[in-house]
């Protein structure tokens, strides 16, 4: 075996850590963090060679982008030779030759990419927990007061099912749960009263997206299949996402605005 194939040969007999795709995944989430870590505090020849490293990258990226713009590069090739004469009035003409680019994963990427932050809403107000908790005393004891209220309006699926009270230590009212909401479409301009199919992300907290919380600014999936969107491929679109515009604890409602 060679020396350098330890590490495979390892893997193909006892396989890898149980949670090693978990561990990848983070390495990768924190890969960002960990540039910009170095950006800032590196200093002297290191500094100097990252610089240099991150600028080659950029570099190619913006080449390889350039070169996804056009999807189709035509062109004046010149003419295959035939066997056959041509007569006089194609003598003249130019064959024009299409080359297709060399993919559009990279610029669906990008775009992707650019999409997470190309939203209605940019910014939003910070939420503070005494505002978005209640604190509910439970039990006999004056001090025990572990469990909390939520006080904003929350979306929770179609087969949610409570915990145990004693085991229940966030509560989310029932008269504060929302299923649907009013998503206006930017480009054709209309109302439609879809329903909630999850809520992606919270711009206040990871937690509050996990608990479903729906404030001003938070990204939801909405069931558009009613509008009859379909892809370039000819699929019915299913899902798609939206930003909420307004304060639903205050009006009662869920108004969003469709990501297109």
Do not use: C
Request: proline share 6%; no cysteine.
């Amino acid at each position: 075996m060679p020396q350098n194939e330890y590490i495979e040969e390892h893997i193909k007999k006892y396989g890898r850590r149980l949670d090693y795709e978990e561990r990848t995944r983070k390495r990768e989430a924190r890969e960002g963090h960990r540039i910009a870590k170095n950006a800032q505090k590196l200093t002297g020849f290191r500094a100097k060679m990252f610089a240099k490293k991150r600028y080659a990258e950029k570099a190619e990226m913006r080449k390889k982008i350039k070169q996804h713009e056009q999807s189709k590069v035509k062109g004046s090739g010149e003419p295959a030779p035939s066997s056959e004469a041509l007569p006089a009035y194609l003598l003249d003409r130019q064959q024009p030759n299409s080359a297709k680019a060399l993919s559009t994963s990279i610029k669906q990427k990008r775009l992707e990419k650019a999409d997470k932050f190309s939203v209605p809403l940019p910014k939003v107000r910070g939420i503070s927990e005494d505002e978005m908790f209640k604190a509910l005393k439970s039990g006999k004891r004056e001090n025990k007061s572990w469990k909390r209220m939520i006080t904003k309006p929350t979306f929770v699926g179609e087969g949610f099912t409570r915990r145990p009270v004693k085991m229940e230590r966030i509560i989310r009212p029932s008269a504060l749960r929302q299923k649907k909401a009013n998503v206006t479409h930017p480009e054709l301009g209309v109302t439609v009263n879809l329903p909630i199919l999850s809520v992606k992300k919270n711009p206040q907290s990871p937690m509050y997206t996990q608990l479903g919380v729906l404030t001003r600014g938070t990204i939801i999936e909405v069931n558009v299949s009613e509008l009859g969107l379909v892809t370039a491929g000819g699929k019915v679109v299913w899902g798609k996402y939206a930003q909420i515009t307004n304060e639903p604890d205050r009006d009662g409602t869920v108004n969003a605005v469709l990501l297109v």
